[in-house]
């Protein structure tokens, strides 16, 4: 098995330019399912790339195709718009790739897919599960990629990867692979300040899933997420091998690193800092690493390799 794709997975690209092109065909050629493209002014075109339809809108796209996710590559104006408009066709699994995107935009959508509840929580039980915005995508290795990580650095096996950083997770993905360890699924959750799901929102998969024997999370400055998944993990799967990588621990308070959401807002009580959370993730029985290399080598260490 693997979380969110496999090979059974219908994807539509929203965002049909160069770069939705580009990794498209990327993605097809990987072996995906990608059955069509969304162009308002090209519908009934053929997408001459991929050798597949255009359709003007996400409905007509999934009524023709039946069509399960949608690969957001559009503009980051256009993107809330895009985003709405996948969950108003009904279509199950939205990645949004593209980066910039307004954060008032991404509050719109967050409490239209997820309505709030009276007690002050979201609900996401039954809703459709957006990945991103300013994410890789996913990869569930031998069986489908969607989104921009290179397939060609990482193999089919039982690590379940998750991560608010794409390239420190293609590093991880790299030398896991070259010690022969592969991944079930990889899950680039990206690090604006909101994203649709988070690290808890993956593993809790991960803990269901027969394929996934080990967990590598990466997280990074700023919030306190990795606390709370810390504490999720050493209360409902203690015994599955966990290591965590947290990035900037040479980051100064106050300075934005990166990814939009990773700054260190508080320090001190907040535990937004890399040494804060690597601190309390030990406490709670997790590895850390203190760099990608290290994370990969104590998960191998883990895997008994």
């Known amino acids: 098995m693997s979380i969110l794709i496999d090979q059974q997975t219908k994807v539509i690209v929203q965002g049909t330019g160069a770069q939705g092109t580009f990794h498209a065909q990327r993605n097809q050629r990987y072996g995906t399912n990608v059955v ?14 991929l050798g597949l339809p255009l359709f003007p809108n996400v409905a007509e796209a999934v009524a023709e195709t039946g069509a399960n996710t949608s690969m957001i590559m559009v503009p980051a104006p256009f993107t809330k718009d895009a985003i709405l408009e996948a969950h108003e066709a009904g279509i199950e699994t939205i990645v949004t790739v ?7 935009d991404m509050a719109v959508v967050y409490n239209t897919l997820y309505p709030r509840r009276d007690d002050g929580t979201f609900a996401k ?17 031998g069986k489908a990629n969607v989104g921009i990580i290179p397939g060609e650095i990482t193999m089919p096996g039982n690590v379940g990867l998750v991560s608010r950083s794409g390239t420190l997770t293609y590093q991880i993905m790299h030398e896991l692979a070259l010690a022969g360890i ?13 994203i649709g799901s988070d690290f808890l929102d993956v ?8 394929a996934t024997e080990a967990i590598v999370f990466v997280g990074e400055i700023g919030g306190t997420e990795e606390q709370k998944v810390g504490r999720w993990i050493a209360d409902h799967i203690p015994q599955t091998p966990v290591v965590a990588y947290v990035a900037g621990f040479s980051a100064p308070p106050g ?3 990166g990814h939009a959401g990773a700054i260190v807002k508080e320090g001190g009580e907040g535990g937004e800092t890399a040494a804060e959370k690597k601190a309390d993730l030990e406490q709670l029985g997790i590895w850390v ?16 390799r």
């Open 36 to 49: 069509g493209g969304v162009h308002p002014k090209k519908g009934g075109q053929t997408w001459e790339e």
């Open 182 to 194: 592969g991944v079930s699924t990889c899950v680039g959750i990206g690090g604006d300040p909101i």
């Open 255 to 257: 300075k934005q690193m």
């Open 203 to 210: 593993i809790e998969r991960f803990a269901e899933d027969d």
């Open 125 to 141: 039980e039954g809703r459709p599960v957006l990945i991103g915005p300013n994410c890789p995508g996913i990869i569930s290795p």
């Open 289 to 304: 690493g203190g760099n990608p290399t290290e994370t990969a080598q104590k998960m191998i260490q883990a895997l008994g």
């Open 98 to 104: 593209t980066e910039g995107m307004p954060v008032h």
